[in-house]
């Protein structure tokens, strides 16, 4: 069985306690491998390390730094097979998807903010002949990157690429439920030469190594993805620090179909939204809205085609919907089934565990689920399920729709379904979402701000808006005569 390590000062570590946590293959419901149960020692360790590295890191030159970043990019390209099949064994997502977006988009996070470093420019504000004011912006520090398991690789990359390109050096906790790309990439970042101490990869719990690092005084910026209430408990940490924050948190998204859709392409992207990553993706859509006049016609096809999904084995080509990241996450998702039947949600399809034979039997599979009946207020359809379940909701007015999609405490995405421009405008304009997606979904463009409001979060991630973050703001001011 493999045993994972921590990677400090350029270096795999086992963990000082000696002691390790069982990781499991959730397609088979199985421990495959051990990782480190680090513990406080060793985020001491991994702040030296990158405390006494940020002095040099911070003034290599930009591309010096840069040509790091894209040779860690090119080398996550050249091992596409090798990191796609392990982010698919740890986290039970179908193959395929690992291989079309969760590392190509990591290789990427890494080649955007490599170049995007050496376009990074800073202002200057002129006094006419009395000063001028430059500002400079110099990297904050140590960072402390912390990331959840959804996309595991994608989402640790997603900050740690423009932390590192921004000067900082970076103490990072993957999760302890999908550990086994960003151990991978620490392989990586060796072989591409990384000097020691600039990343540091610490595994473990996160009430222990992530408190850790949160409330280390030598990590004055943390970056967190994960749950509303883990960032909730780490901002009371690290708030009273004053320490710099950007939290990207859960999110209950709603997809609002208007009658006046491209409806073949709505319904090819609304499985999508609803089911990719056996809808634990933070941007999926769970509540669904649709217009009455369509509803029915919507209601069979939605169904339908739901029906057809192949539930199966992460490895195999002709799955869609994998298993979910654990036992415990399973049945949290099938409690919020039960409560749905018990506010009165009537199950269309779906709705249990799914079995699959042979050695995957004990695999943590669920039908992809279709509910409708509920109210907009009820707890179904207030609460971040983060599974493939999904309701379906019908309305008869844009002023109805409205007030139901922004009726919960989340503020993260939101999809639009129309032709109708003007309204699609106004519709985006009045959602209070940090993102709107208007006839598509999970389109990105790396340089956009990417974030939630209320529930969802604080800051933005993405672009300049990431290096602004990972940089401190200086103004020189200088007299001119
Ligand atoms: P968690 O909040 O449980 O965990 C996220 C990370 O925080 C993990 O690495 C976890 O470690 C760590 N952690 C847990 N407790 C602490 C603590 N006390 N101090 C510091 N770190 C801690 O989230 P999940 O991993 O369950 O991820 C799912 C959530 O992430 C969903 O709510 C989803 O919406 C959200 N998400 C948001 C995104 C966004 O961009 N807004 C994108 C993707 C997901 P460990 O796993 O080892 O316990």
């Known amino acids: 069985m493999q045993t994972l390590k921590n990677y400090i000062n350029g270096e795999l570590l086992e963990p000082v306690s000696k002691q390790y946590l069982d990781n499991y293959d959730p397609s088979r419901g199985k421990v495959y491998s051990l990782i480190p149960n680090s513990d406080e020692r060793d985020v001491e360790l991994a702040v030296k390390a990158a405390h006494e590295a940020f002095p040099a890191w911070s003034v290599t030159p930009k591309d010096v730094r840069s040509q790091y970043l894209l040779k860690i990019a090119s080398l996550i390209e050249q091992n596409l097979d090798k990191l796609a099949r392990a982010e698919s064994l740890d986290n039970g997502k179908p193959l395929h998807l690992a291989k079309t977006v969760d590392i190509p988009r990591a290789a990427a996070n890494f080649h955007f903010y490599g170049t995007g470093i050496l376009h990074y420019a800073a202002h200057a504000h002129s006094m006419e002949d009395t000063a001028i004011n430059y500002t400079l912006r110099q990297p904050v520090g140590v960072a402390g990157c912390i990331s959840p398991w959804n996309l595991p690789l994608y989402l640790f990359s997603w900050k740690i690429a423009p932390a590192l390109a921004a000067g900082c050096t970076v103490v990072a906790k993957p999760s302890e439920v999908t550990p086994m790309t960003a151990y991978l990439l620490s392989e990586i970042c060796i072989e591409a ?158 709705g249990k565990r799914a079995k699959v034979d042979g050695e995957f039997a004990n695999g943590y599979y669920i039908e992809p689920t279709i509910i409708e009946g509920l109210p907009y207020s009820c707890r179904t359809n207030q609460e971040e399920i983060f599974g493939p379940v999904v309701t379906i909701t019908p309305f008869d007015t844009e002023e109805e729709v409205m007030t139901y999609a922004n009726s919960t405490i989340y503020g993260l995405a939101s999809t639009v379904w129309t032709q109708d421009i003007t309204k699609a405008n106004r519709v985006a304009m009045n959602l209070h979402t940090g993102i709107v997606w208007v006839n598509c979904w999970l389109l990105r463009d790396l340089r956009t701000p990417f974030g939630g409001v209320k529930s969802s979060g604080v800051g933005r991630e993405g672009g300049f808006e990431a290096l602004d973050f990972f940089t401190e703001p200086k103004n020189v001011c200088v007299k001119l005569k």
């Open 193 to 350: 030469g990384l000097p020691k101490g600039v990343l540091n990869i610490v595994h473990g719990l996160g009430p222990k190594v992530g408190n850790a690092i949160v409330s280390n005084t030598k990590v004055p910026v943390i970056s967190f993805t994960g749950g509303t209430k883990t960032g909730a408990h780490i901002a009371s940490i690290a708030a009273p620090m004053f320490k710099k924050m950007s939290l990207e948190l859960g999110g209950k998204n709603p997809n609002i179909i208007f009658a006046d859709c491209d409806y073949q392409k709505m319904l090819s992207t609304t499985m999508l939204s609803s089911f990719a990553n056996q809808g634990q993706i933070c941007l999926c859509g769970s509540r669904i809205f649709v217009e009455r006049s369509i509803y029915d016609t919507f209601k069979a096809d939605f169904v339908e085609k739901t029906k057809k999904l192949v539930i199966g084995a992460p490895l195999d080509d002709k799955t869609k919907i994998g298993a979910v990241v654990s036992e415990s996450h399973m049945e949290k998702i099938l409690s919020y089934v039960e409560l749905a039947k018990q506010e009165g949600g009537i199950v269309l399809c779906g």
